[in-house]
RNA sequence: GCGCCUGUAGCUCAGUGGAUAGAGUGACGGAUUCCGAUUCCGGAGGCCGCAGGUUCAAAUCCUGCCAGGCGCGCCA
């Protein structure tokens, strides 16, 4: 139910009805009805919608566009809709005032849809797949990491409310080179703990969770490695760490509110054989061609990019192989839209993954790569210092052992992906007003004590909310807040559209301020029970719609906010 | 050198071509006999990096420049 959607296309068929009358007078000249907007003003004094279609309306008639305004308010025709009376100003906008009516409604809507209230359905149940984090196993999660699950899984969750049918899946990079590594490093490390003095690998893994593996798997199945070959002692070791790693990333992620539809190995790309299909498909279609031992996937022609090799000369695919093979299988799995968040690092593989996915004759607009820029960990004034190599950098498992993992995801989806961020630890875990998440689940703490206090007052609450009476609340406060409570549906259908979670933060602040200030200036335990009932059951309101919102970020997944005050 | 991202209040950041550019925070000044003051109100604080261009209208689109970050491997 989107109410002010409605509303935008009562005054469009107005509007596009009083230009035609207008042309019909001779009044007005133009082709055809252009493209025009109308939008709830930032300054409330321009009303309560406002169009512009006199003012792109203006260069085809060749008039003023005050004048063009002018035109099309005396042949507009208001009766019998939301609308009270309409003004022109400024340069020609039409504004629009409403009478109240329409947001009484609301509160009846957000009770007869409940934790639905917001949900749209622009999706119409497209199949769309969000592939985030797909962190290399062979480590921990790092901050990158975290604010890739928030963001993912945020924008997951707000495309399934949108009405997308949503899959999400985690690319597990359990193959490649970075493996064989992965086992040397560990079989030094083994080979260490059982006494021996070892030369670490050049490029290996420092990290300290490297040893603690090797530790464990001696633990399990002791030294009976040390008789075996070094390929196979590395190789089991890679074999048991990676179990290991991924059931430990997979808690991880769990613990911060993300489940997974599909974990997607890597390593089946090869054992399916879709990796050499594919490149056989590219060899074949001549997109590619041997050189030099290798296999090359050919640049195209009017570019200065440079081919790029699929297969080595020792035989083994690249990533990028691998990768295209994995985005092939994705649309091949009936995908109708493909997104992924990547790293910034990752930015120069965004073209040509595109490029390889139309050559297999998929429109390249459907993938979609969300690009997000570093994260800068900061401790109040002090930039805290990370070194990927040395393995000493701040886990996911540590952030949320610090700050909460409700905290942490809504600092990281408050931010534009675009932008570098800085994520201050003692903003995010002090209990104050300087942290936005405190100040919106205050919000929703204060409207389930204002429920308690009516039930210990004797009040109790409205026993049917949605067949009250709300055209008793006139306070400007109170109709600001029902005209907020509105908008929600707009910013769910606008953010997933953008497919910019961050924007649905910035509304839930707003519509916490806009109680705190209805709280300030109205009582809503009075004793005036026909103002009281309605100002209990707008309370009630306002908690749903902000637990609706929470609930896209899942920062309340196992002990959540919800049903705590009915 | 080429490519991508960013540049908005002291700081952290919003801002889907629209009217007087916003929020939080910091500093300053106020508000509570009463539902949680973790709240609310107020003034102060801006060449929207710079310069052109497109448009009735530009923080927003285009071009160039400056600054910061990140990429440009038979790594992933």
């Not at 003004?87 to 329409?102: Q, T």
């Not at 259908?493 to 301020?513: D, F």
Request: net charge negative; with cysteine; proline share 4%.
């Amino acid at each position: 139910m989107r109410i002010i959607e409605e509303i935008k296309q009562q005054i469009a068929q107005a509007l596009r009805a009083a230009l035609e009358t207008a042309k019909a007078k001779g009044l007005l000249q133009c082709q055809r009805v252009p493209e025009f907007i109308i939008e709830i003003p930032r300054e409330k004094s321009h009303g309560d919608f406002a169009a512009n279609l006199a003012l792109v309306l203006a260069k085809e008639a060749k008039m003023p566009p005050r004048k063009v305004g002018e035109i099309l308010l005396a042949q507009l025709d208001i009766a019998g809709g939301d609308v009270d009376r309409v003004e022109i100003a400024g340069p020609g906008f039409l504004n629009f005032y409403l009478r109240p009516d329409w947001l009484y409604r609301i509160p009846k809507i957000i009770f007869s849809l409940g934790d639905r209230y917001g949900s749209v359905s622009i999706g119409n149940g497209l199949k769309v797949q969000v592939e985030f984090v797909s962190a290399n196993p062979t480590g921990l999660l790092h901050m990158g990491n975290a604010r890739g699950g928030a963001i993912g899984d945020s924008l997951a969750n707000l495309l399934a409310f949108a009405g997308y049918d949503v899959s999400r899946e985690f690319y597990v990079n359990d193959a490649g080179n970075q493996i064989q590594l992965f086992g040397k490093s560990l079989d030094a490390r083994y080979r260490e703990a059982l006494g021996e003095t070892v030369a670490f690998p050049a490029d290996g893994y420092h990290g300290a969770d490297i040893a603690d593996s090797a530790r464990l798997y001696i633990a399990a199945y002791g030294d009976a490695l040390l008789a075996e070959e070094a390929e196979v002692r590395e190789r089991t070791l890679a074999e048991f760490a990676l179990k290991d790693k991924i059931s430990r990333i997979e808690k991880t992620l769990k613990d911060y509110g993300i489940v997974y539809d599909v974990w997607f190995s890597e390593a089946s790309l090869y054992t399916d054989g879709k990796i050499k299909e594919t490149v056989d498909w590219l060899l074949k279609a001549g997109h590619a061609y041997e050189r030099e031992g290798a296999v090359w996937l050919k640049a195209p022609a009017d570019s200065e990019e440079k081919d790029e090799v699929l297969v080595r000369s020792n035989g083994l695919p690249t990533y990028f192989a691998a990768d295209i093979a994995y985005h092939r299988d994705k649309f091949q799995r009936g995908f109708d839209r493909v997104i992924n968040i990547w790293g910034a690092d990752h930015h120069g593989h965004v073209a040509r993954m595109k490029r390889a996915v139309s050559l297999f004759g998929y429109d390249p607009d459907r993938l979609t790569v969300i690009l997000m820029q570093l994260v800068h960990l900061m401790r109040g004034d002090e930039a805290v210092r990370m070194s990927k190599r040395a393995g000493t950098y701040l886990t996911l498992e540590e952030l949320m052992a610090e700050v909460g993992y409700d905290a942490a995801r809504y600092f990281f989806v408050m931010r534009n992906p675009d932008s570098q961020m800085e994520f201050d630890l003692e903003l995010a875990k002090s209990k104050t007003a300087e942290n936005p998440v405190f100040y919106v689940q205050y919000a929703h703490a204060r409207i389930c004590s204002i429920l308690r206090q009516a039930k210990a007052l004797g009040y109790g609450l409205p026993a049917d909310p949605a067949a009250l009476d709300y055209t008793v609340l006139r306070e400007e406060t109170e109709l600001a807040l029902l005209a907020k409570l509105a908008d929600l549906p707009e910013e769910v259908a606008n953010a997933a559209l953008a497919l910019e979670p961050h924007r649905l933060t910035v509304y839930v602040q707003e519509l916490a301020a806009a109680f705190h200030l209805f709280y300030t200036h109205c009582r809503v335990n009075t004793e005036d029970a026909a103002l009281r009932a309605p100002r209990l059951a707008l309370s009630q309101a306002v908690a749903q719609a902000i637990r609706n919102v929470l609930a896209l970020g899942r920062p309340c997944a196992g002990r959540n906010v919800s049903n705590q005050c009915v």
